[in-house]
């Protein structure tokens, strides 16, 4: 019952059932016809019983594997191989049908190709995933035709497995603090200009062609009859927490992925940043609550931590709490510190309601508010439509108008704002921090 159930009819079948159809028609008109049509029959069947035992003369028929990685990063090219053997003695035509995970929403995935006796075959193809969590693949459906293709016989190959789709981490390299300094230009992103000196002081040594005169120490000048200088480091060890806001706002689209994607992504480069920068890297969320706290720690395995707590965080549609935020962050982070708070604020009126715990939190801490432009109403803008239409390209104006007004308000109480496309975030975030330390503000 078993070779049955795996036995399909291939396309030469139906074709070939087909001719025979219209020989025996026209076997009435011709009786000639009708006798061929039936040794052509008998010929077909014997086809069909030496294809079908082609196909199962090796139980085992092919074997494979499916090699995926243990995590895979959200929203970039993630590459899965498939490795197929042929244990039978001719050449097979297959066509494998993917079991992908549901996210993908991918029904009708395939790979065809041709394999040769007892050979091997890998193949490659790339997923990109928008969604971070537990992801579920199933096993690989092999379809195996031998090369007179009239029957099929379908293999499943036990490949499931299941992996997680953890933050973006495979741009922490692209996004690295020696690579963003010194390949800026390069790439197209923003130079910082530093100014000033930061105020830790490392040693005093020789003064060379380019150091600062004013950095001069007139007292070791003195002792040593040669000029010296003080050397300055920036300082370390300062504490930087990434706070995402999950609140309903945050699930908007933009390309695929949410905006709590993008500030999840971006909170893991930012932290590694932070960490190459010997400074302390810590993240929580919030909605009604503060959730996955990690304390800013500057130890080898933080990194790993971080990610840990950001690859299964959701949204839950709520409107978050900005005064509990407040409250909680005077008691739990005592120490003056870098918050850069990923949320978004559509209008001054959804602003003016939390700027009183903005403020507040901008006095024990240094606040950076990262929020988002309208890049879809922006484009819409451009569209020959927003012509024809005043009335929705005078309302577009206003929505977009009180971006840059809310970037006007925070700055009249003294909060640094990031107004950015989610494309461009990780970015412009970056440079944020890296000015934020040239000017010695924290």
């Known amino acids: ?55 199962y003369m090796n139980q085992k028929g092919i074997s494979g594997e499916r090699k995926v990685q243990e995590r895979l990063s959200n929203g970039d090219i993630n590459k899965v191989e498939l490795r197929l ?116 002081f490392e040693q005093i040594k020789n003064y060379v062609i380019g150091d ?12 040593h009859q040669k000029l010296m200088v003080n050397q300055y480091v920036d300082e370390k060890s300062q504490q930087v927490y990434c706070a995402i806001d999950k609140g309903r706002l945050m699930k908007m689209p933009f390309k695929e992925m949410s905006l709590l994607d993008y500030s999840i992504n ?34 080898n395995h933080q990194l790993s931590q971080i990610m840990e707590s950001l690859y299964n965080i959701q949204s839950n549609f709520k409107e978050s709490d900005f005064g509990k935020l407040y409250n909680t962050l005077k008691f739990k982070i005592p120490q003056r510190s870098l918050i850069l708070l990923f ?21 024990n801490h240094l606040l950076v508010v990262v929020f988002f432009r309208n890049v879809e109403l922006e484009e819409f803008l451009k569209t020959p439509e927003a012509h024809r239409d005043v009335y929705e390209k005078t309302i577009v104006e206003k929505f977009l108008y009180e971006k840059h007004q ?13 107004l950015t496309a989610p494309e461009e975030l990780t970015v412009a975030t970056i440079n944020k921090y890296l000015e934020i330390k040239s000017r010695g503000m924290l």
């Open 406 to 418: 809310i970037v006007l308000e925070l700055h009249k109480h003294g909060i640094q704002t990031i």
């Open 212 to 223: 600062d005169f004013r950095t001069i120490n007139w007292k070791a000048t003195a002792k």
């Open 343 to 363: 949320t978004n604020f559509e209008s001054l009126d959804s602003l003016h309601r939390q700027l009183p715990y903005l403020q507040g939190i901008n006095r």
């Open 85 to 200: 053997q042929n244990h039978l003695p001719y050449q097979i035509t297959y066509k494998i049908y993917e079991e992908l995970p549901v996210q993908f929403q991918l029904f009708d995935f395939a790979l065809k190709g041709k394999l040769s006796a007892h050979k091997e075959s890998q193949l490659h193809y790339e997923l990109i995933p928008n969604d971070r969590g537990i992801y579920q693949f199933g096993n690989s459906v092999v379809m195996v035709q031998t090369p007179l293709g009239i029957l099929q016989r379908k293999l499943s190959l036990p490949t499931s497995q299941t992996v997680k789709v953890y933050p973006s981490f495979l741009k922490l390299n692209q996004h690295s603090l020696h690579n963003f300094k010194a390949h800026t230009q390069e790439i197209g992103q923003k130079k910082i200009r530093r100014i000033g000196h930061s105020m830790e």
């Open 266 to 299: 971006t909170s893991l480069v930012v932290s590694n940043i932070v960490l190459q920068n010997q400074d302390r890297a810590g993240i929580f969320t919030f909605s009604r609550q503060i959730e996955n706290f990690i304390k800013a720690e500057r130890r």
């Open 1 to 55: 019952m078993k070779f049955w159930k795996q036995t399909f009819l291939g396309i030469p079948f139906f074709i070939g059932m087909s001719l025979l159809a219209v020989g025996f028609v026209f076997g009435f008109f011709f009786p000639v016809m009708f006798q061929v049509s039936q040794f052509l029959l008998i010929g077909f069947i014997f086809l069909c019983f030496f294809d079908f035992a082609l196909l």
